[in-house]
Each structure stands twice: as structure tokens, then as C-alpha cells.
């Protein structure tokens, strides 16, 4: 019987191992430039990164040094590195917003609406929400999420990325039907809000 699991990866940084699609792999060119290769499909070697909070946060040219070991890399680098890792989520995240934005419920009553029809659902929720829009879709979600109905909840950028990434002028909530694109969606928007935090 074959195994399907994803492999086991160490985090450079943190020195962490998880399931390599948990991670973000990177790799060295020839000119010894740091890439993100989101999708793990560029050819060759490559190292792994857990982007977790702590991680990004001591992420430097410093703790970047190990890659040496097995790559010949050209220092300093993390800067350029985090702006590829931005640019790259960025624009993966445009891709399968567009793909899934279109059976996206959008704003405080359709997300609503599409919670009381219990099917499972990922919601986005603004870090510039209001307090009072905060409240009523966390109460939502936990109700949901104590009733087993899989309602996951993750916080993103602001209104106007949510909302440019919907195709808006501003959006404070979405709710997704919940697929595997929308749990990798999910993933890239906590690693995109991580890396805006550490920048």
C-alpha cells in the first residue's frame, strides 16, 4: 500500500519539522538570489521554511546563513527575499480569489446568510473591521465551531486588500465554501499577514 502523506520537512529557522505542504519552499538560482517556489514545482534542491510568527520575526540575513551549507548564496538578502515572498503570495492569492470570489458570500448579511445554512465555510475577516462586526461574526463562528459545522475563521490584511482581492472597493467579511483551495487560501492569507507584520 502506497503512502500518500505529504512529507516531512525541517524549518531552517526554527529547526521545526512538519508536512512540507505546511511550509514554504525555497530555492537558490545560479546567480545565488533566494526564490519562494509556493507551488514546490521549480526543479532542484530546496530548503524549507515553517512561517510560523517566530520565525518571521528572527528571520534575518544572519539565521539565512545556514542555507550555506548546501547552497552557494549571495548576502544580504532577506529583504529582497521577504518582498518575493509578499509579491509571490500576493499574487497566488489574486489567482485563487478569482477562482473562488465568485460563490463568495460578501459583507455582513450575506455572510451571515450563508452560516444558518450550515454547510462548512472559511471566513475572512478584516483586521480594520469594526468592533461591533468583530463581535457578531466570532459569536457566529465559535457557535458554529462548537456545533462541529466547520466554520474556520482567519484575519486578513484590511478592507481594501479583502476587497481588492474580491474585486471591491472595501469588503470587511467573506465567507468561502470550505475545498482544499480554500484551506490553501486560508494558509496563504495567515502567511501573507504574517510577512506584512514582520515587515
Known amino acids: 500500500m502506497t503512502d500518500h502523506r505529504d512529507p516531512m520537512r525541517r524549518c531552517i529557522i526554527c529547526r521545526q519539522s512538519l508536512p512540507a505542504d505546511a511550509m514554504l519552499r525555497l530555492i537558490v538560482d545560479e546567480e545565488g538570489q533566494i526564490w519562494p517556489d509556493l507551488l514546490r514545482q521549480l526543479p532542484g534542491r530546496g530548503a524549507y521554511h515553517c512561517m510560523g510568527d517566530g520565525c518571521l520575526s528572527a528571520c534575518s540575513d544572519k539565521r539565512l546563513q545556514v542555507l550555506k551549507k548546501d547552497f552557494s548564496v549571495v548576502f ?3 529583504e529582497a527575499l521577504r518582498l518575493r515572498i509578499e509579491h509571490v503570495l500576493d499574487k497566488q492569492q489574486q489567482r485563487m480569489f478569482s477562482r473562488l470570489g465568485r460563490t463568495a458570500a460578501i459583507g455582513r448579511d450575506a455572510v451571515m446568510h ?3 445554512n450550515n454547510a462548512p465555510v472559511v471566513l475572512l475577516l478584516a483586521e480594520d473591521a469594526g468592533d461591533a462586526l468583530v463581535r457578531q461574526i466570532q459569536d457566529a463562528a465559535d457557535k458554529r465551531g462548537h456545533a462541529g459545522d466547520g466554520c474556520e475563521l ?7 486588500w479583502l476587497g481588492r482581492m474580491l474585486g471591491r472597493d472595501q469588503v470587511a467579511v467573506a465567507a468561502l465554501d470550505a475545498s482544499a483551495m480554500a484551506g490553501k487560501l ?14
Open 154 to 160: 482567519v484575519r486578513v490584511a484590511g478592507r481594501d
Open 186 to 199: 486560508k494558509q496563504y492569507c495567515v502567511w501573507y499577514g504574517r510577512m506584512k507584520v514582520s515587515g
Open 76 to 78: 544580504p538578502q532577506w
Open 114 to 116: 450563508r452560516l444558518w
